[in-house]
């Protein structure tokens, strides 16, 4: 050690995660330039993500090109679930992670054949928390919870709210079963986030499901330019 | 779950570090600021900082947090204040004035020692 040495301070303007963020921006400006309408879908273990994906990807066949990427801790199980009903699912094993990172999403990005593609689904790892600050190049952050969470839960991720462009209510027809209080969670999402809108569906039932097709149907004209109907 | 979560922010931070040190330059500290709604732990951020930076350039360096609080704003009476959390009452009764919470995660200074000198 040199005993010369100074400390010096030096200024720094920069993000933590500039280098996800690059990333990011690159992946945004070729789904972009590819007229693909990205989901990174963020909710709990158990919240029904891939339920949703299922009865979703069921509902779009023949009429879009959807392809999804599937983060998951350790098994392949979510994918094989939806390969049933779309031939562009790519699984994204995570390890230990408990988000996905942009750099995972464009490597599986180039594994899978976006020919025709009009719709990603980017699955994120069931985690409330970890994922929101991680930009994936999406074009929409929706949040999913679900009647059996509670009612607090979106007071308690206050991030996931306020960054969603849509958020999701999930296993909307056990509520005659559960005490959960709808306009208490509401009220907790309009505080933090006052103009994202709350869609009540069930994945099982298919109640409200056609209002997220068509929110899904608006997403891809705006990427593609054209005039919604 | 949440000491996973900080641990990708202090590798990421790392990596940023090292990137803007000068070439073989022993960093000292670090300054960082946190919006609130990043919901990050600085006592978390700092354990996995320790484990992330040792046996680097970095290891030692003391990881300084500025963690930004809520902005509150009372619709009722108008006043606004700041707090850790962001679900809180208002004196004037109000019980649900809004909470605005940044979103920033930024590399504010480094403290390097500077071995040319």
Same mark, same amino acid.
């Given at each position: 050690? *040199?005993e010369?040495?100074?400390?010096?301070?030096?200024?720094?303007?920069?993000? $933590?995660?500039e280098?996800?963020?690059? $990333?990011?921006?690159?992946?945004?400006g @070729?789904?972009?330039?590819?007229?693909?309408?990205?989901?990174?879908?963020i909710?709990?273990?158990?919240?029904g993500?891939?339920?949703l994906?299922?009865a979703?990807?069921?509902?779009?066949?023949?009429?879009?090109r959807p392809?999804v990427?599937?983060?998951?801790?350790?098994? +392949? +199980?979510?994918?094989?679930?939806?390969?049933?009903?779309?031939?562009r699912? $790519?699984?994204?094993?995570?390890?230990?992670?408990?988000?996905?990172?942009? %750099?995972?999403?464009?490597?599986?990005l180039?594994?899978t054949?976006?020919?025709?593609?009009?719709?990603?689904f980017?699955?994120?790892? %069931? *985690?409330?928390i970890?994922?929101?600050?991680f930009?994936?190049?999406?074009?929409?952050?929706?949040?999913?919870?679900?009647?059996?969470e509670?009612d607090?839960?979106?007071?308690?991720h206050?991030y996931?709210?306020?960054?969603?462009?849509?958020?999701?209510?999930n296993?909307?027809?056990?509520?005659?079963h559960l005490?959960?209080?709808?306009?208490?969670?509401?009220a907790?999402?309009?505080?933090? *986030?006052?103009? $994202?809108?709350?869609?009540?569906?069930?994945?099982v039932?298919?109640?409200?499901? @056609?209002?997220w097709?068509?929110w899904?149907?608006?997403g891809?004209?705006?990427?593609?330019?054209e005039?919604p109907? | 779950?949440?000491?996973?979560?900080?641990f990708?922010?202090?590798?990421?931070l790392?990596?940023?570090?090292?990137?803007?040190?000068?070439?073989?330059?022993?960093?000292?500290?670090?300054?960082?600021?946190?919006?609130?709604?990043?919901g990050l732990?600085?006592?978390?951020?700092?354990?996995?900082?320790?484990?992330v !930076?040792f046996? !680097?350039?970095?290891?030692g360096?003391?990881?300084?947090?500025?963690?930004?609080?809520?902005?509150?704003?009372?619709?009722?009476?108008?006043?606004?204040?700041?707090?850790?959390?962001?679900?809180?009452?208002c004196?004037?009764?109000n019980a !649900?004035p809004?909470?605005?919470?940044?979103?920033?995660l930024?590399?504010v200074?480094? !403290?390097v020692?500077?071995?040319?000198?």
């Open positions: 050690m *040199n010369q040495a100074r400390t010096v301070r030096m200024p720094m303007v920069g993000r $933590v995660l280098a996800n963020d690059d $990333v990011a921006a690159m992946t945004r @070729d789904l972009a330039r590819r007229g693909v309408f990205a989901i990174d879908l909710g709990a273990p158990g919240s993500k891939t339920a994906l299922e979703t990807l069921q509902r779009l066949k023949g009429r879009r392809a990427l599937v983060g998951d801790l350790a098994t +392949r +199980r979510d994918a094989d679930r939806l390969a049933r009903w779309c031939d699912v $790519v699984q994204i094993s995570t390890g230990e992670g408990c988000h996905l990172e942009a %750099g995972q999403v464009r490597v599986a180039d594994q054949n976006l020919e025709g593609v009009d719709l990603l980017i699955e994120n790892v %069931g *985690n409330l970890c994922p929101v600050g930009d994936l190049g999406q074009t929409a952050k929706v949040g999913m919870f679900s009647l059996t509670g607090d839960k979106a007071a308690k206050p996931l709210v306020a960054a969603a462009d849509l958020l999701l209510l296993k909307i027809d056990l509520a005659p005490s959960f209080d709808r306009a208490g969670f509401e907790d999402v309009h505080l933090l *986030n006052p103009t $994202v809108r709350v869609l009540e569906l069930s994945a039932s298919g109640q409200g499901l @056609d209002e097709i068509a899904i149907d608006r891809i004209s705006a990427v593609q330019g005039t109907e | 779950m949440p000491v996973v979560h900080e990708s922010i202090a590798e990421a790392a990596t940023q570090v090292l990137a803007h040190a000068p070439a073989g330059a022993r960093v000292r500290g670090v300054e960082i600021r946190i919006g609130a709604l990043r732990e600085p006592d978390a951020l700092k354990m996995c900082w320790d484990a !930076t046996g !680097t350039p970095m290891a360096a003391e990881l300084e947090v500025d963690l930004r609080p809520w902005s509150i704003t009372c619709s009722s009476c108008g006043r606004e204040w700041t707090s850790s959390v962001p679900f809180v009452s004196a004037c009764g !649900t809004a909470p605005l919470g940044g979103d920033e930024d590399l200074a480094i !403290t020692d500077d071995g040319e000198a």
